[in-house]
């Protein structure tokens, strides 16, 4: 495509600039050719100068979220790419192209969802420019027992990003929302496909949302006490496509052997609850007072009652005493 050849032109001398002529010469265009490649990058977004003798000069801090983006930075190449302005739910629409036959890999992400989804069927505020969204379809030779597994390999992807990205610690509140600085910046949503005759998994999707910046007018209200953004005002370049490039790696790295514990360690050491006063959680049912005790190898979490009993909590959610 005539864009995409302008743009990894541009992008491989990112702050320089680049005559039309040059580009052009180099890529068998026109010089009309290139002028509308040019056009259409600005209006998706991309900054891109321009100045008379001197050519077209691309920003390297460019936050626009692209599939050549993030491939420039991502290692495993043979991970697929769909990128979206905006999308419905990049788990919903996952789910359909899984049930049509969609192999293990194929990753959408998109600067906006329409009708994100949590967790116990709660929405998923995902506004754009501030955030990043993506879902990960797997297809694992496991047991459905075991997909929780999963959801803690993603959560330590995560955290390992962030922190590499920002310099700041980020934290795991059992068992699948990201904080920092007390505030959560990510939110993951694991849903699977089971055979119910063996138990085991046709696919899983791996659903990560995290608040890159405070959005336009900042968060809902409902949400002001609770939601943060994990760069706040960071000048990092090509920042989603960075995060998402850092996350899909590591996902993928730990998908491959979930087991391993190393990847138990560094979920068990951000824990944001161990140690702590918790409430469990249920639908429809009053919260039950505990104290987060430990973990246990397959990332149950080990609460200990008022009345000395023990707890083990396979699924559901907790809140934190503070």
């Known amino acids: 495509m005539t864009r995409d050849d ?35 990058l600005r209006e998706e977004g991309y900054a891109v100068e321009s100045q008379p003798r001197l050519g077209y000069r691309l920003l390297s801090g460019s936050d626009v979220l692209s599939a050549e983006g993030v491939r420039r930075h991502l290692r495993h190449r043979e991970l697929r790419l769909q990128v979206y302005k905006t999308i419905s739910s990049t788990n919903t629409v996952l789910k359909s192209l899984a049930a049509e036959g969609a192999e293990s890999g194929l990753v959408l992400l998109s600067e906006e969802q ?37 959801t803690a390999c993603a959560a330590v992807a995560v955290c390992e990003t962030i922190e590499a990205l920002s310099g700041r610690p980020a934290q795991i509140k059992w068992v699948n929302d990201v904080f920092m600085d007390g505030r959560k910046v990510c939110g993951i949503l694991t849903e699977a496909s089971i055979d119910c005759e063996t138990g085991t998994l046709h696919y899983v ?26 760069f706040g005002t960071a000048d990092l370049p090509e920042l989603r496509c960075r995060l998402a490039a850092g996350i899909l790696d590591r996902l993928t790295d730990y998908a491959a052997d979930p087991t391993a514990p190393a990847i138990f360690a560094e979920y068990k050491k951000r824990s944001l609850v161990l140690g702590r006063d918790i409430n469990i959680l249920a639908p429809g049912r009053e919260p039950v007072p505990a104290a987060a005790v430990d973990l246990a190898e397959d990332f149950a979490l080990l609460a200990r009652l008022p009345d000395g009993s023990m707890r083990r909590l396979s699924s559901g959610e907790v809140s934190v005493k503070l």
């Open 114 to 150: 329409t009708a994100g989804r949590g967790r116990m069927g709660r929405s998923f505020y995902s506004p754009p420019a501030s955030g990043l969204y993506l879902s990960l379809l797997l297809r694992p030779a496991m047991q459905a027992s075991d997909a929780t597994r999963l």
């Open 205 to 230: 999707i791996i659903g990560i949302g995290v608040n890159t910046r405070a959005p336009a007018g900042d968060f809902p209200e409902e949400l002001r006490n609770i939601a943060g953004s994990a």
């Open 6 to 40: 302008v743009l990894n032109a541009l992008w491989q001398r990112a702050d320089e600039y680049v005559s039309g002529e040059e580009l052009a010469r180099s890529l068998s265009l026109s010089r009309t050719a290139v002028w509308k490649a040019i056009g259409q």
